[in-house]
């Protein structure tokens, strides 16, 4: 898988792809993530990006020529499967929506800045607005590592064992259940003797009734 981000602040992106998992993807080339400093397409010689907004108010709006040129280059250099803006208006991120990007190609990745982005950004280029959260951030760098974390540890080889990350709280609606490690007891805190009979049945059951639990108690609207 391809990613392409395209910021006014690529910098703020790096550190997340330089470590551990996501660093291990990029090694092994299972994802590539390319950043763009938006202000190299700017028209001007002061490498303007943003402009006042037709009809007043507030807040700066990021001009559509710089970003037109932006993303016309990259898909004249390939075919993008989806051109995501990051925005608090978009669709909330779920499991869902990462695991359907996860087996894309070519994904363009538009953060945003100020106000927003002229409106014909969004007509011409835009096939997918994404939110991380209901509320608002500086732009949507921070929101683009989000989405690239939950989409590139999917990708097959990512993660070292592969049913971890079939069996992640969402991916089949539920939270996950309790886990444990060494020692068997802490401070007169014991693990549930189940996890250490053996019995895989029993074992399998028991997690599966506590993931139940679990949701129904703290996030009952996600269950089916
Ligand atoms: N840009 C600013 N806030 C954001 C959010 N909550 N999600 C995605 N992009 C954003």
Not at 82 to 97: A, F, M, N, R
Not at 157 to 181: K, M, R
Not at 191 to 213: F, Y
Request: one cysteine or more.
């Amino acid at each position: 898988m391809r990613i392409d981000i395209i910021s006014v602040l690529p910098e703020l992106m790096e550190s997340p792809f330089k470590a551990s998992i996501l660093k291990r993807a990029v090694e092994k080339g299972l994802a590539e993530v390319h950043f763009h400093q938006l202000r190299d397409w700017s028209v001007g010689k002061h490498r303007q990006v943003d402009d006042e907004p037709y009809g007043g108010g507030a807040g700066m709006v990021m001009m559509i020529e710089p970003i037109d040129k932006c993303i016309t280059d990259l898909k004249s250099q390939r075919d993008y499967d989806e051109v995501i803006y990051l925005t608090p208006d978009g669709e909330t991120l779920s499991q869902k929506i990462a695991n359907t990007l996860s087996i894309k190609q070519n994904l363009i990745f538009l953060c945003g800045h100020y106000k927003g982005i002229d409106q014909r950004v969004r007509d011409l280029h835009i096939t997918r607005e994404i939110s991380i959260g209901d509320y608002v951030l500086t732009g949507g760098e921070l929101a683009a590592c989000v989405l690239a974390d939950a989409v590139i540890r999917l990708l097959p080889g990512v993660l070292n064992d592969e049913q971890s990350a079939l069996t992640d709280s969402f991916q089949d609606n539920l939270l996950s259940p309790p886990i444990y490690t060494r020692p068997s007891e802490y401070k007169g805190l014991k693990v549930p003797e189940i996890l250490m009979s053996g019995n895989t049945k029993k074992i399998e059951d028991w997690l599966h009734e506590e993931a139940v639990r679990i949701t129904q108690e703290k996030r009952p609207d996600i269950l089916d």
